[in-house]
């Protein structure tokens, strides 16, 4: 079955480390997306990235950074830059054209300690 | 940039219906989508609307559009305790994004 495969599911960072989150995707969806989202601030689109070795910044950027690789792949890595990472991280692809929604996976909730 | 908004709760008896509103600001927005999240999972699509739409039905569900308003309406039919989750609205504003509400927790009780 065809899906979006993020991993690991739960993720615990110490102050000061770099973190990796994976998203890979058997879609063949050309455009793919990384949002994190916090208890009652809905989602917010970090980086997207609509082609191989291709990327932009979303709106809260600062302190992340992504690669693209390859299609099927588009690793997060939280950065020690970013002061205030512990919250719930979605990875997201879409294939080209319009109507066509996003295809979602479960996250990886990321803490702290 | 765009803005889409939504109410933070809504609670609602088992086998009334559930309404959950959302407006949007961009007048580009070709398509709205609603998405349902469980605890601790990802969005899933229930259902979207072309902006030359006023209402889509799909079972249980009812999509509502007022484009001159930019609001959007989700009904859900005879609201089961499984119901109970966020549902976000999302507009495609321009180039290939999408932009989520804040998201609406809806609790389903007996």
């Known amino acids: 079955d065809g899906g979006i495969t993020q991993s690991p599911k739960y993720l615990f960072r110490k102050e000061g480390q770099n973190v990796t989150l994976s998203c890979e995707q058997n879609?063949?969806?050309?455009?793919m997306y990384w949002y994190r989202q916090d208890p009652g601030q809905g989602l917010r689109l970090i980086y997207y990235s609509q082609i191989v070795n291709d990327f932009q910044k979303g709106d809260i950027a600062e302190g992340y950074s992504v690669s693209r690789e390859k299609k099927e792949s588009f690793p997060l890595t939280v950065t020690s830059a970013q002061k205030n990472p512990t919250a719930f991280y979605l990875c997201?692809?879409?294939?080209?054209?319009?109507?066509?929604?996003?295809?979602f996976g479960s996250g990886t909730r990321l803490t702290v300690v | 940039g765009e803005d889409v908004e939504q109410s933070l709760f809504l609670s609602v008896r088992e086998g009334d219906s559930s309404v959950i509103n959302c407006t949007y600001t961009d007048s580009s927005s070709t398509y709205l989508y609603w998405y349902k999240q469980e605890p601790g999972a990802g969005l899933q699509l229930l259902t979207y609307?072309?902006?030359?739409?006023d209402m889509k039905q799909d079972q249980r569900l009812t999509v509502l559009l007022n484009k001159k308003d930019k609001h959007l309406s989700l009904r859900i039919a005879d609201t089961q305790t499984g119901d109970s989750a966020i549902y976000f609205c999302?507009?495609?504003?321009?180039?290939?994004?999408?932009?989520f509400g804040t998201g609406t927790q809806l609790k389903v009780e007996l």
């Open positions: 997201a692809s879409k294939s080209q054209g319009a109507g066509y929604g996003y295809t």
């Open positions: 879609l063949n969806h050309d455009a």
């Open positions: 609307i072309f902006s030359n739409m």
């Open positions: 999302a507009e495609t504003g321009g180039g290939n994004k999408l932009t």
